[in-house]
């Protein structure tokens, strides 16, 4: 006669008072505050959208949605978008979150770095399509030439400056210039362009 074989499974009986304290507002509270630092994580390394809510001195107080509100200064804004810039108490403005936790406690926000990623994602988009952008030659330097595109530092190398040999270079530096974008790689600060690649009228080639 086979014999039944004996249930080994326990049932736990969880206290009460355990379950109550999992639930009481200390338990929310730090179910909040690690959501929180899980989003704080998150927008480290992105632009983000802030609210201006004050100044300390000569910097800018900008509530992100963090525990403590972060900082820029007047002079960097100014910088960025120039003298006429809002910067009224309300005002949305995009920074760059470089850390969450900095040494004043706040988050350490940068306008600077915001602005390059809006203009890298335009010469992204420049460049996916096949559009021109506006570059000035500034400088001369190993290979080729020095140019600022938006503020951001591109190079041309020599033999992209024109269709046919150019004696000189001058004529064309320090005055805005239609450029092709041939490389583009903002992870190594690599932004090569051209003006071969660019129709040159007949006067400027001849110059």
Known sequence: MKMNQPNTQTTVQVDENIIKAAMDADFEKLLDKNFAVTTEDNQQGKVVKGLITGYAQDDVLIDIGMKAEGRVSKKEFKYCDGDDVDLSIGKTVEVFVDNIDGPRGGAVLSREKAKREEVLTSLHDAFAKGEKVTGIIFSKVKGGFAVDVSGLLAFMPGSQLDVLPT???????????????????????????????????EPTRRS
Not at 187 to 201: E, P
Request: proline share 9%; glycine share 2%.
């Open 167 to 201: 004696k000189s270079a001058d004529p064309l530096m320090h005055q805005p210039l239609e450029l092709a974008i041939i490389k583009l790689d903002p992870a190594r600060g690599n932004i090569i362009v051209s003006l071969s690649l660019i129709h040159i009228s």
